[in-house]
């Protein structure tokens, strides 16, 4: 049971990194833009500031979860709804992906380093997710809650940081590939939206 659920959370996330969001597109357009390590910069800051996030999850649930099985019951279903919630925001956004170079400007490796962790660190969204999504694949009744969600993040941050980078080292393949292919943005907006109502099921059931 315990290797199902952290596979089924692997997979999850590997779903969740390939479908195009504001991180993995900000990603792709410094590769293209100003080459491939500029793109690896972004993706180090990007997933080093799910360190701050983590932290923050499994500290403050873990004391939830302590004091009220009920309340965290409340925070699973919740996070179903906020899951659902982006499933339908999907579903009303735009398939088209924009490669919009002009939100690439260029900067040193480290400035970028720097903007991934804080664009990671200070959107609320972020963490929202992170609530919606982690407390559904806690594994263990016998590990600490804390040690559980460390584990989630840095499986979260490991996929994460391979599906991001091969985003960052593959950017002109794909793009030539997207902008050949019209369906690819559709194809990855049914990905997304399968995906979230896929974890809600997961997280009520």
Do not use: R
Not at 105 to 121: R, Y
Not at 159 to 180: M, R
């Amino acid at each position: 049971m315990i290797t199902e659920t952290l596979i089924s959370f692997a997979l999850a996330t590997c779903a969740l990194a390939i479908s195009p969001g504001p991180d993995n597109i900000y990603v792709l357009v410094q590769s293209i833009t100003n080459g491939k390590s500029y793109g690896m910069a972004t993706v180090c800051g990007l997933i080093t500031g799910c360190i701050v996030h983590t932290t923050l999850l499994a500290f403050g649930v873990s004391a939830i979860i302590k004091a009220n099985d009920d309340l965290f019951f409340g925070i699973k279903v919740l996070g179903a709804l906020y899951l659902l919630y982006l499933a339908y925001k999907v579903y009303k956004s735009d398939a088209q992906l924009d490669f919009d170079s002009e939100t690439a400007p260029k900067k040193s490796l480290k400035a970028l380093f720097v903007q991934g962790f804080f664009m990671n660190v200070l959107n609320p969204k972020v963490t929202i997710f992170f609530l919606a999504f982690f407390p559904g694949f806690l594994f263990s009744k016998t590990l600490s809650s804390v040690l559980q969600f460390y584990i989630l993040g840095g499986i979260f941050m490991l996929v994460s940081f391979i599906i991001f980078s091969a985003i960052a080292l593959l950017a002109g393949q794909i793009k030539a590939y997207t902008l050949t292919h019209k369906n690819s943005g559709l194809f990855l907006k049914w990905l997304q939206i399968v995906v979230f109502i896929g974890i809600s099921v997961f997280i009520l059931v």
